[in-house]
């Protein structure tokens, strides 16, 4: 299988533990998107690194979120101390650079989901 | 105002049925747009991709943009049972804003 793979598909943790979660993208994208959905709403744009550097970050990432993509690889997303409302789908995608004249579309995985109690 | 607005639905139709699903943009700075179609509890796949006004046609669907209204349209003709999902449009070129989604029920 050569798409986005995302472990744990599903997470349930007590509120103020700590989650973590993996994204390995497709082999041959360098760009990485972290994107957050709840139920009845669209994703929402967390986080993107082109191969290890972290472009940009949303508002919507409080400090108790951290990614990261050591080696322009595969990427960690971490939560510290959850909170209930942290219950989401976490969805991770990966592109292609834009420079190479492609279209720049995302391929998902297929989420993370966190369930926070 | 969100930069991306789409009736959530859901919108049910029987087997065979043209789809049309709307949305509308606020921000004129982009020019890419996309359709995503999202099944239950998996990630969101890639429908179509159009970065100007006009049609563009993949077999059954047929995605449209009109700058002019900023409106956005997917038309599904033939619907099938296999078509119920939720449906995302987007816009943006690297980082995405997304729509709500709409629910499309296909029925037999």
């Known amino acids: 299988d050569t798409g986005v793979s995302q472990n744990p598909r599903h997470k349930i943790t007590k509120r103020g533990q700590n989650v973590t979660f993996r994204c390995d993208p497709i082999?041959?994208?360098?760009?990485l998107y972290w994107y957050r959905q709840t139920l009845g709403q669209g994703p929402e744009f967390l986080t993107y690194?082109?191969?290890?550097?972290?472009?940009?970050k949303s508002r919507l990432l409080s400090d108790r979120f951290s990614a990261e993509r050591p080696k322009g690889s595969f990427s960690t997303l971490e939560i510290q101390r959850t909170e209930q409302g942290d219950s989401a789908m976490y969805l991770c995608?990966?592109?292609?650079?834009?420079?190479?004249?492609?279209?720049?579309?995302?391929?998902f995985g297929e989420g993370s989901r966190l369930t926070v109690l | 105002q969100k930069e991306v607005e789409q009736d959530p639905g859901p919108l049910s139709v029987p087997e065979g049925a043209i789809v049309s699903l709307n949305c509308t943009y606020s921000?004129?700075?982009?020019?890419?747009f996309m359709w995503y179609r999202q099944y239950s509890r998996k990630g969101p796949e890639l429908l179509m991709y159009?970065?100007?006004?006009g049609n563009k046609e993949d077999g059954r669907f047929t995605a449209q943009v009109d700058k002019s209204s900023k409106y956005i349209s997917l038309f599904i003709r033939d619907s099938q049972p296999s078509d119920s999902a939720t449906y995302l449009c987007?816009?943006?070129?690297?980082?995405?804003?997304f729509g709500k989604g709409t629910m499309l029920l296909v029925s037999p």
């Open positions: 082999s041959e994208h360098n760009r």
């Open positions: 159009t970065y100007s006004s």
């Open positions: 921000n004129s700075a982009f020019q890419y």
């Open positions: 995608a990966s592109s292609a650079s834009l420079r190479t004249g492609n279209t720049g579309e995302l391929f």
């Open positions: 987007a816009r943006g070129y690297s980082t995405l804003t």
């Open positions: 690194f082109q191969n290890e550097a972290q472009l940009e």
